[in-house]
């Protein structure tokens, strides 16, 4: 059946010296909708996202479409998918979608959470969940009294914190967390417990399974927060890290939060290449050409729900 969307993505995105590479990232895939994770994808939403992206694109595997982006011998509507942290749900739930689809993906692992590790904003995010109070004091983070009742005032809450508290210095950052986890658990809350990031031996699965494994850092600082030799000892220990885990050292590399000038800063882009790695992924929207960096290649975030509304938006990026 004739598809306008899929013709006019072709000719945007014709292959070769003019090819574009559309990135698509994601971070988790649930099982089932969460009402605290409003922004993130289900196994279901997932299933039908796949089947949009392979119904306009050529998903390629994620080293290939960096070397022939790099040559200019890209095909028509490429595209790539990618995910980052290293959430036990990729492995247990995107996994076997994946498969099905006969896609590939390159997952960035932040190696310092694998196994029991818990990431600042998940434990933010179970803090908020178990608050059994109708408003939270935080006049000593600067935010004043915030209403958590209802699930939009902890949404809304939980989003003022998290942003209020991810640039500051790690241990200014993880100090902040456990005050408030203090306060959620002395309003009545019990904070969950379980496993939410994949172990080593399921990166390692991954890998086995024909997936890309990338490096994220070690401990997912905001790059800029923190000074440049520890920015790099945790770009480089977390290729190690994964060295030790997969049959070879990883080439691929994205950079925690991702934003240029925000995140990360051009001395980032020279560390990353230092430590090893030969593509490196932002979160800037817009697509890989022959002309990008190679290391400082955009991503595109899916965020429709419908399959029109999808693939305008994933044409929209192309021509950016």
Known sequence: MFDPIRMLTGLVSPGGQRGRLLTFYFHRVLEQPDPMQPGEMDARLFELTLTWIGEQFQVLHPREACERLQRGDLPARAAV?????????????????????????????????????????????????????????????????????SLADRLHALGQVRESVKYLEP???????????????????????????????????????????????????????????????????????????????????SYPNGKLGRDFGLQHVEMAKRAGFSFGFSTERGVGTCRSDAMMLPRFMPWHGTPLKFKVQALRALGQ
């Open 171 to 253: 241990d200014a950052r993880w100090a902040a967390v456990e005050r408030i986890e203090a306060l959620c658990v002395a309003s009545g809350g019990v904070l969950p417990s379980g496993r939410m990031m994949m172990t080593p031996q399921e990166v390692r699965q991954l890998e086995a399974s024909g997936m890309e494994i990338g490096g994220h850092t070690r401990t997912h600082p905001i790059l800029l927060a923190v000074d440049d030799t520890s920015a790099f000892a945790d770009i480089q220990s977390g290729r190690d890290d994964l060295a030790a885990v997969l049959s070879a050292p990883p080439v691929l590399f």
């Open 81 to 149: 998918i990618s995910f980052d942290d290293g959430y036990r749900d990729n492995h247990d739930v995107a996994l076997p979608i994946l498969l099905r689809h006969r896609m590939s993906a390159v997952f960035f692992i932040a190696t310092g959470y694998m196994g029991e590790g818990v990431q600042f904003n998940d434990r933010l995010r179970e803090a908020f969940r178990v608050l059994a109070a109708p408003e939270l004091d935080l006049g000593w983070a600067g935010l004043g009294r915030l209403a958590t009742a």
